[in-house]
């Protein structure tokens, strides 16, 4: 299963695991749902990270945003002690003390004037399971509010909720070894190459040494669709008319598994009548979809006829006013087959977070109880008992956008917001920090100082461990239960979010709270999970209950479930029925006609999609600390169809205003074919932290399914129009600046230096009034050309430049300047160099393709030229796409395009 | 082919030379290359020194080069030329319609053509005081010695003119120990080289060579009784002093022209052949005004020479007017001037700085040509600029280079 990259990883890793430096920690990444194991060691030279050769997720490979986990650990920005706003809106230290007492007391104050529904809590998929454990116990059991949500509701709810009315509960039936061995894969609405790399490279590996096919269905043209076998660019909210044309065709093609319906499925006769309804035959489907009548037949021809089909899906199906149904019109397919928890057979959702999955065992959710058990009044009595709680709450609280809702009527009164940022990332995000201001008492924990929703007014601050630091469990998109190790001292005051979330408890009074340790949490959760179980829930890791200490250090990566007497857990489900609704019968659920929430209109024409790029992650507070990370994709950007370009005067390479109902963003415009007309598709990983204008949530349309309150972020009416500015740059710092008000910014992470691409209409005068107050010297240099408007400054702190400005009539490179910026000691007409914007040391390499091993375009096309015709050849020149593989789709169509170009094609 | 050189020797011509500066030694130096022995020469010098190069005086001042360096060409030289010199001497008038030149003892030479190469001579202000002992130019030798006395002395002199000459002058006194005080009455240094910003470089970079500058001020009076005591400003102070040096312009010596009855504005009028309006005289250097400029520098003076060698060799040559450029010698401050060094409504201008090293660089840019540049601190480039303003090259495609790396620098680096 090692090829050559990995063990050279696995040699590397044990060199430095034997080495006088220590043994080097397992763990799991803290990025995307696919939880690869990493190796992580620490010492004077910084950072060490590798892949983890055991881990059943990865086998030794790291994505390229995993590789550079080790550039984001700094602590700048950290929130290293409790702080607490005061009148004049400064935020001041206080003590730990201080800090749980108020919000202990103010929580008590608000419920016991106001009621427990008038404070909610909101979670983050990047909280451990034992932080969401003791969360979810203190709000559902024993405040009494089930106003507990979390941002995996705007990622992957909409699965959750299509689990559970086909299967009975939120079980994934699936594991990632079927990816290995399935014979056809179907990726709905993910970009896999991307966003979940290394399952990616797991099912090209099966397409290359197994020949399994794979088909892509997504609105764009993705890095992932240039793999694929067939791809079809469906129509947006179409995925259900696909689906149901499909299962049309499976029953006309006598393809299903008569037997399995027959055995362990209930609705299948309505689910055909519906589906009949929608889409009678591949002429109505191809209508619906938008797609070519061939390619719809051949993909349905395909599915029929691969028994080993795994449908994989992510962010396209979920995040749609209709994501809970596109989940069900996928699983009606692998029902109506039987091909489900069968090797290489299944439906998989790809999940966004290192532990949205395990938020939702615990049921960090509204919608949840606790530990996979619902608001019945069973499970409410037997919750009841197994915490000894004496007001545990009996209905579901308030979902993510309705949460805020509430808070900005003035219901919810007090809020405590754990490790996301809701004033980024949730729809109509303006309205959200809007809401946040008005609150009574609202209390952030979190690794940062400095955030949108810390900045809506947040009055308490908890500095949380972070990665790297904390220590607990989560679970990935296969239900494996890994371990998260620290292996950094924790800094300054900063604690587990368990024990915060315990401390406070304590301080209302509350009794149950007395954890020592994550194990002892985890204990209770596991404990939990198999209370009065008898297999009637899924989620049951009983066999974990009794862990030692020692037990809990130790625990190799598991699947769920895993019941006590049981030597492992469980590869997958449902193969044979056992579904967990009352009749132990699946459920096919008929997808209502395809809808947009939203209607575009003359104001706003376009579509707007939202989603990740490669090297960036959620909100970047880490991997925009990564001067590898940064080079892929430096500045906020939409992309745009090159006919709607034309049409609303927008350029490549230009600033762009994009705008909605909701909000607005200025976005550098990427003009490519990839794009399908009318629809235009921007990144979310931008704050007011990073750019200025560039929040997309802000942009969202606030409309959510109505089963799992899901958003739907990919198809806000969106208008978009050229913004001019008169001069565009960049700015190299030492440390971040404050911008004036009025310009375009955002910022990127360099190698010793803070770099921002800048957009403006100021004068020079006011530019350099700008730089004098950001300096701390008057030494300058400077360069202008009156009609080119050019004007270059740097201002130096001894041999050492501190500051560099460059602007121009267009977007200035800063390759070169950069490599002039790092050096300390520029003496002489040194100091001029950097004006020249030249550097004879440094060579442009084009813009960079692999960041593992820093490889740019015009290297890489220079080596297709010289007869480099394959990505082996490739690796084998430059090692480029020879680690993570998440570049090899871009090398791969160099390589095509040079070939067409060459007339090879 | 050139005639033999016997043919010459039975008809020769005389030429006569008034002046015996840069100007004229070069004009000896081209023609006799071009035409050896065609002319029977004759050069009429006041100065008892061999033919020196005025432009190092400043370095003479300063002690950076030695007063054997100045010497532009040793006697023997003009021996072999067969160059007769007539020094200590003084022409009183010229005869154009005979054709002679009349000296000071009262001799009278003949000439076929006559070059005036008189050069310019110092302005003292009109102001009272300006003839008391201790008020000195700095224009020959003789200013020279006088001045490094006061250096050596360590007296306080003031010097009036910031331009090129009296820069010079404070610096090397400065330099030598003098109690120096530069006073200029416009407000920036250099004002027909330099603009605000270059000039106020100059004036920082010029002070931490010692020299006290003072600008906007007018001088009213030179105040003693048997010799210099002070200088009055019109602003009311005083300025102790020992001794005064002029150094506020120049004026050509066009006197003996225009007593001859020659066109004369300020200086000697002459025509692209460097012809006066007598058609046997001719006029180089500081003295001459072609297309109503007269230049006070060196570079004209010499291109004037050539022009002028070469026709009088008989070949065919013009003279279309000079790019000036300006070069300050002090050591440490680089300063070039050239062309339109400001730049009018439709020019832009490049400009690139670093206040710590003391570098100002600017470029005028006019359509597509570079105009003019002003170079304080680094004077690299300054040949390809001047180059590229004479020419008058298209510069559009290389705009964005011309500041840091024009071609020409590279090959020479």
Redesign the interface.
């Known amino acids: 299963m090692l090829d050559d990259m990995t063990k050279t990883l696995v040699e590397e890793s044990q060199t430095s695991a034997t080495g006088s430096t220590g043994m080097a920690t397992r763990t799991t990444c803290p990025y995307c749902g696919v939880g690869c194991g990493v190796l992580a060691s620490f010492d004077d030279n910084g950072a060490r990270i590798v892949g983890d050769p055991d881990h059943p997720a990865n086998f030794g490979r790291l994505c390229s945003k995993g590789s550079a986990l080790g550039e984001t650990l700094e602590l700048k920005g950290r929130l290293l002690y409790p702080m607490e706003r005061r009148s004049d809106g400064a935020l001041a230290r206080i003590s730990w003390d201080r800090a749980l007492e108020r919000t202990a007391q103010r929580f008590k104050q608000i419920i016991s004037e106001h009621g427990p529904d008038a404070v909610a809590v909101y979670l983050s998929g990047q909280l451990l399971t034992e932080d969401y454990y003791v969360a979810n116990k203190l709000m559902k059991g024993f405040i009494g509010s089930a106003n507990v949500d979390t941002n995996s509701r705007l990622c992957m709810a909409s699965t959750v909720a299509g689990q559970k009315r086909a299967f009975g509960a939120d079980t994934v039936p699936g594991c990632y070894e079927d990816l290995d061995v399935a014979d056809l894969v179907v990726l709905v609405g993910s970009n896999a190459a991307w966003c979940h790399p290394i399952l990616f490279q797991r099912i090209m590996r099966n397409k290359e040494e197994r020949g399994a096919r794979l088909i892509v269905i997504d609105t764009r043209r993705t890095a992932t669709a240039e793999g694929a076998d067939l791809f079809l660019q469906i129509a947006p909210g179409m995925d259900q008319a696909l689906f149901a044309g499909l299962l049309i065709y499976l029953a006309r093609t006598a393809a299903v598994d008569a037997a399995y319906i027959d055995r362990f499925t209930s609705g299948f006769d309505a689910a055909i009548r519906s589906a009949k309804e929608l889409t009678p035959n591949i002429a109505a489907t191809t209508a619906l979809t938008g797609l070519r009548e061939a390619d719809v037949g051949r993909f349905f021809e395909l599915f029929a006829s691969t028994e080993r089909v795994v449908t994989a899906f992510s962010q396209g199906v979920n995040q749609s006013a209709q994501g809970s149904d596109k989940v069900n019109a996928i699983i009606n397919c692998h029902l109506a087959t039987g091909r489900i928890g069968k090797p290489g057979a299944s439906p998989l959702s790809l999940t966004g977070q290192p532990n949205a999955m395990g938020g939702r065992e615990v049921g960090g959710l509204a919608n949840s109880l606790a530990a996979h058990m619902g608001f019945d009044p069973a499970s409410i009595d037997r919750v009841r008992r197994f915490w000894s709680a004496p007001s545990v709450v009996e209905h579901e609280g308030l979902k993510a956008v309705a949460m805020f809702e509430a808070i900005a009527q003035g219901k919810i009164k007090a809020l405590w917001v754990v490790g996301t940022n809701p004033a980024a990332s949730l729809p109509d995000a303006d309205r959200a920090r809007a809401a946040m201001r008005k609150l009574d008492f609202f209390v952030v924990s979190d690794n940062t100082r400095s955030n949108d929703t810390i900045n809506s007014g947040a009055h308490l601050l908890l500095p949380a461990q972070a990665w790297g630091e904390k220590s607990g469990t989560v679970t990935n998109s296969e239900r494996r239960i890994s371990r998260q190790r620290a292996f950094l001292p924790s800094p300054g005051e900063a604690r587990p979010d368990w024990s915060i979330f315990s401390a406070v408890a304590r301080r209302m009074g509350y009794a149950g709270f007395d954890f020592r340790s994550a194990a002892d949490v985890f204990r209770e959760h596991a404990g939990l999970s198999a209370f009065e179980n008898d297999d009637a829930r899924d989620f049951d890791i009983g066999a974990l209950a009794q862990l030692t200490d020692a037990d809990y250090e130790e625990l190799s990566p598991t699947q769920w479930p895993h019941r006590a007497g049981e030597a492992k857990g469980r590869l997958r489900f449902f193969g044979d029925g056992g579904f967990f609704t009352p009749d132990g019968r699946a459920r096919f659920v008929s997808p209502k006609t395809p809808s947009m929430a939203t209607q575009v209109s003359k104001p706003f024409p376009l579509r707007l999609n939202t989603g990740r790029i490669r090297d960036q992650w959620h909100t970047m507070t880490r991997t925009g600390a990564s001067p590898r990370l940064g080079r892929h994709l430096p500045e906020p950007f939409v992309d745009i169809n090159p006919a709607d370009a034309a049409e609303f005067g927008v350029t490549h390479q230009g600033l762009a205003r994009v705008s909605t109902r909701w909000g607005e963003c200025v976005l550098r415009a990427h003009v490519t074919e990839a794009q399908p007309r009318g629809h235009i598709f921007a990144p979310i990983h931008w704050t007011d932290e990073t750019a200025r204008q560039a929040r997309i949530g802000a942009l969202v349309a606030p409309y959510v399914d109505p089963i799992s309150g899901q958003p739907e972020a990919k198809a806000t009416p969106a208008a978009i129009a050229p913004q001019a500015y008169a001069r565009e740059g960049f700015l190299l710092a030492r440390k971040p600046v404050a911008f004036p008000r009025g310009e375009w910014w955002t910022r990127v992470a360099l190698a010793g230096a803070v770099g921002y691409r800048i957009a403006s209409d100021r004068t020079d005068q006011e530019w350099l009034a700008f730089l004098a107050e950001e300096s701390s010297t ?11 408007r ?1 004007l270059r400054v740097a201002r ?1 702190d001894g041999d050492r430049p501190e500051l560099f400005l460059s602007l121009g009539q267009t977007a200035q490179p800063w390759d070169a300047s950069l490599a002039i910026f790092a050096e300390n000691g520029l003496a ?2 040194q ?3 950097l ?4 550097s004879e040391a440094t060579s442009d390499d084009g813009p960079e393709v692999c960041v593992c091993f820093g490889v740019g375009a015009k290297k890489i096309q220079a080596a297709i030229q010289e007869g480099c015709g394959t990505t082996n050849a490739i690796g084998e020149r430059l090692r480029a796409g020879t680690n993570c593989g998440s570049c090899l789709t871009e090398i791969r169509s160099m390589i095509l395009s040079q070939r067409r170009a060459g007339g090879e094609l | 082919m050139s005639k033999p050189r016997e043919q010459w020797a039975m008809n020769k011509e005389r030429l006569v030379i008034i002046g015996a500066g840069m100007a004229a030694t070069r004009l000896v130096e081209e023609l006799v290359a071009r035409a050896p022995g065609r002319y029977e020469i004759t050069l009429i010098g006041e100065e008892h020194a061999l033919p020196y190069n005025r432009v190092l005086l400043s370095s003479v001042l300063a002690r950076e080069a030695a007063l054997d360096d100045v010497v532009l060409k040793p006697a023997r030289w003009w021996q072999d030329a067969g160059v007769t010199r007539i020094v200590g001497r003084k022409a009183l008038c010229i005869e154009p319609g005979t054709q002679r030149v009349t000296l000071d003892g009262g001799e009278a030479l003949s000439y076929s053509k006559l070059v005036l190469a008189t050069g310019s001579r110092a302005v003292r202000l009109p102001v009272e005081g300006a003839d008391l002992p201790g008020v000195h130019a700095f224009r020959d030798l003789d200013d020279v010695r006088a001045l490094g006395a006061l250096g050596a002395a360590r007296r306080r002199v003031v010097t009036i003119g910031g331009g090129l000459l009296g820069l010079e002058a404070a610096y090397g006194l400065a330099k030598l120990g003098a109690e120096s005080t530069l006073l200029h009455v416009v407000d920036r240094l250099m004002e027909r080289q330099l603009d605000a910003e270059g000039a106020a470089l100059l004036g920082r970079l010029v002070e931490e060579k010692g020299v006290r500058v003072r600008l906007g001020a007018q001088t009213t009076r030179i105040i003693g009784r048997d010799r210099v005591e002070g200088v009055e400003l019109a602003d009311g102070q005083l300025i102790q002093a020992d001794a005064v040096v002029f150094a506020v312009g120049i004026r050509p010596n066009a006197e003996l022209a225009a007593e001859a009855g020659l066109k004369v504005e300020r200086g000697v009028v002459v025509d692209d052949g460097l012809m006066s309006s007598d058609p046997n005289i001719f006029a180089i250097g500081e003295c001459a005004e072609h297309r109503s400029q007269c230049y006070g520098l060196v570079a004209p003076a010499y291109e004037q020479a050539r022009v002028l060698a070469t026709r009088l060799a008989g070949g065919a040559a013009g003279y279309e007017g000079s790019v000036v450029s300006t070069n300050l010698k002090v050591s440490g401050v680089r300063v070039f001037s050239a062309g339109d060094y400001l730049g009018g409504a439709g020019a832009s201008r490049i400009i690139c700085s670093d206040s710590r090293m003391g570098v100002y660089r600017k470029l005028v840019i006019e359509g597509d040509r570079l105009t003019g540049a002003i170079l304080v601190g680094d004077t690299s480039g300054a040949q390809d600029y001047l180059e590229l303003i004479r020419t008058g090259a298209d510069v559009s495609a290389m705009r964005n280079a011309l500041m840091f790396d024009l071609p020409s620098l590279k090959e020479a680096a």
Do not use: I, K, N, Y
């Open positions: 008057d030494d300058m240099v400077e360069f202008r050309d009156e009609q080119t050019a130096f002489g007409s100091r001029r160099a004006l020249s914007g030249r």
